[in-house]
């Protein structure tokens, strides 16, 4: 039986790394993201007796008195300040002007053992606004991340609505995300396959230089290729320079902090991941192909659409998916070079994640990304596989 | 059989070498020419004091980071060169360590707004209205001036986010400086912010790191820029440019240090705090970079010819206004994600 | 009747860099014929057939097809059918598909494209495969298909570039036989190009042996097999033996020559010499004849058997003559012989030819 049993446990454990791997740094991430974004645990935790009783609380005025008592006992056990600053910027993040509210009451309820008047502590506590924030968050999960994700939120009566257009934008953000990258992809493909094609027809060292040209970007940082390309974008960069001085236009184009500008740039940058996989078909499809059609009385173009293009669908779809996948999270890029219409969803998850610490913003945007690109990778792989049906 | 027990032997070796090897106190600053000066007169001189290296880094803000850090336990960092906010959002959460007022000098030896439990202040710095003035011979003078297009054309950078943004918008609509925030306060004022915003939202420019700015007037790309004082003051003594900061309208806030909850070196690290915040040490900082000092006695001692450049001098000081932390606190969240929102209109 | 030359090469030349690869060759193809180049690689007859294809520009010469030059039109209005090694096929396209693309660009109706296809696919005796795509189908088959989509568009020439040399043994004697079989019933006109000699002698009407950009010789398979010219013809087509003797005496083509060892020998040559040159005497194996005394052959010498060989349908005997090594292929019915018998050879003089060293 060991003996049996020997050669599949150094199989396994070759792939052990692997394993771990995966589970480390892509199974976990993504499951802490889906928990973050829809856990809300900690005024439930920490404020549990005022939890208790918010959750029968019908919601309408006057406050229950033992809810007062609750909540003021649950002040006075919780010693941990990093726990107490998070129910602090939980309550915050819901309605603006808990911290300062909180805040004077934590020191009001320090200073003495005995009962206390919330309402003469700070005016705010007497309106029932406060205290339907409270009991909103008590759940221990809570959709108004996800909802917020998606520029809707619960109304006062628990009700979806959407949230006002100058509140939230992003769903624009998430559309304009999409179309960027869909244009940068669409313009590696202008790019891309045409060079693609010129270096799989060519050999040796010209085809080395070329395969160079492309591979470069890889080898430099991603900052300091965006930052060339601001040197070169800017209203006295090269371009426009270059324009004037050939006279073809007289006034700067706006290249820079324009939507043109981002589009140019990561085109460069991602360029690579779209010539590379159309090379690599074209370098297993028998050469003499084109030959051959030509022979059979195709005009070039003709032999192209109805002969390279085809056999190289495969690199373009592969292609096309890589710089769309790697566009969708693009941030440095439209960060420097783009104008404030530009930014993409990375740009709105970094300001909640490292800004504002707000941990289930930033998880649910992520999580709502993640479905949509999950969605579009289902949709292509139906296409594609329909296509191989067909042929 | 051998080689594997050897080979454990150097792993368990390696493993109990690093985690009896303590990290050498490490301090967290803006980086550029700040921390260049900061090198000068703080790190390396305690370095040669208490006898034991100084690792510095830099980072770019972000109360988010900082928290993770703290959450994730055993933090990397030791002190940290934090803004206003970011102290009193870390204070109320206590991923701070707390001060000990004693080492430092007491607390009256501060400016007031340096003082807080959790950290020490340690310089007052400006973000002002700048321009380049081999460009401009007769520049703007106030934030009204910085909204006019048509007698000032060109572009203009301000800061992205909420903060500033909005007060500088309630100044450029006439609003004076000791009733901002009450306007602010209110969900009209607000509007009125954003509406001043909208009209010159064609014209706007958002940077992110405080080089940035710098960088569009140098180019040209803008005619003006709200900017931080002490990058100005440095850029135009190490490049020769002229760039004028309109000290009117110009809010100041206080950087302070702060010590990580139980960071590995956090006893160090007040001391590290104590030597910086020395009045003879604090005083050379002006000499690399225009900032104000927070102590009373190093800000007398500052030599008159910098005295010009520095926020806290009382001529600048006079029609500045002091950042409201308080309200950022409350509504930072709020506003940033309206500001937000509105940007991506 | 002088039959007007269908395509012609005239004084073509092609020029790589530094390497000429044909060099002022010319050649006239006459319509209805199966001619083959024949030639070692680099020998420069892939790159004929290329530029007949008007895949490659020659560097100097016209091609000529019907008297009129060929040079300026570009491949896909040359109206010419290439059969590659490699068949080509258009992988994404199935059999019918890969066979209708040179009608469709032809702008042939749906109708006739689709009995055209069914018509030849009959003709490569390849029915019912036409929905498969080429990927699914053997070696065989695809070359067939390849064949098929030329033949379909009746082109002007079929140029066949090595078709059958990734095929096995089998299946290329198969092949040979259907193409030949459809040149002699479709009255094609093909330039075959082959490295491999015994192909080219069963299959052509006449074949051009190309050495370095040039011909060596072309005439008939029998010409070049029984007459050949030059040592490398004689050498590159089957094997032969080679004798280094001097010429003697004689009058256009029967001639007498001294071997090393003073015998003089009547043979053939191609030309009149001087006295004394050195030249070669090649025989092949065939045609060496072998008795127990020197009666009733003609130039009989003395020899010894050092090998003899069971081969299936013939024996292959190395045998010593004056000491220069021979290889004769005897017949199975003669009595057997061992190594070290001491026998005679001989030879007619119209089975051994004079060639220029």
Redo the contacts between chains.
Sequence with gaps: MTARLGPHLKASALVLPLVLFLALFFVWPIIAMLKQSVSDPVVHNTLSQTSAIAAQWNGKAPVPAALQDALVADIRATT???E???V??RL??AK?????LM?KTRRAIRKTDGPINLGEVDKRWNEVAWWHTIAQASSPYTDRYLLAALDYGRDKHNQIVALP?????NR??LA?TFVISLSVMLSCLAIGLPFAMVIASTSGWLRNVLLAAVLLPLWTSLLVRTTAWFIIL???GLINSALQALGITDQPIPL??ERTGVIIAMTHVLLPFMVLPIYSVLLS??G??M??????????I??FL??ML??SARGIASGSLLVFMSSIGYYITP?LIG???D?MISS?IA?????????GMAGALGLVLLSITLLLYVVYGRLSAEKKGV? | MKKWALLASVLALGAMSSASQARDLTITSWGGSYQTAQQDIYFKPFSEKVGKPVLDESWDGGYGVLQAKVKAGAPNWDAVQVEAEELALGCDDGIFEMIDWDKMGGEDAFMPAAVSDCGVGTIVWSLALAYDGSKLSDGPKNWADFWDVKKFPGKRALRKGAKYTLEFALLADGVPADELYDVLSTPEGIDRAFAKLDELKPDLVWWESGAQPLQFLASGEVAMAASYNGRITSINKTEGKNFKIVWPGSIYAVDSWVILKDAENKELAQDFIAFASQPENMAKLPEYIAYGLTNKEASSMVPDEYKADVPTTPENLEEALSLNIDFWIDNSEALNQRFNAWLAQ | MTEQPYIEFRKVSKVFGSLTVVDHLDLTINKGEFVSLLGPSGSGKTTLLMMLAGFEDPTAGDILLGGSVLNRTPPYKRNMGVVFQNYALFPHLSVAENIAFPLKRRGVAKAEIAERVNRVLEMVQLPDQSEKLPSQLSGGQQQRVALARTLVFEPNVVLMDEPLGALDKNLREQMQYDIRRLHRDLGLTIVFVTHDQSEALTMSDRIAVFNHGKIEQIGTPQDIYDRPNTHFVAEFIGETNLIPVKYREGDHSRCSVTTKTGKDLEVTSPVTLFRGTEVLLSLRPEHIELGDSAEGLENAMPARISDVVYQGDHLRADIEVDGTKLVARLGRHLPPHDPGDEVFIGFRPQNARVILP
Excluded at chain 1, 165 to 169: L, Q
Excluded at chain 1, 351 to 359: G, K, Q
């Design positions: 941990d300040r990093q107490m600053g998070a602090v910027r915050n993040s603006s002007g808990f911290r300062t805040r257009e100058d509140a939230s934008a624009t953000i304009r800017q209203n006295n820079i902090f499809m028998p003499n192909l030959q051959a059609a030509s022979s059979l009385g195709a005009h070039p003709v032999a109805k002969v085809p056999l960060a104008g404030p219409s930014q709105v300001f909640y994640a490292t800004e504002s610490a707000n941990w042929a």
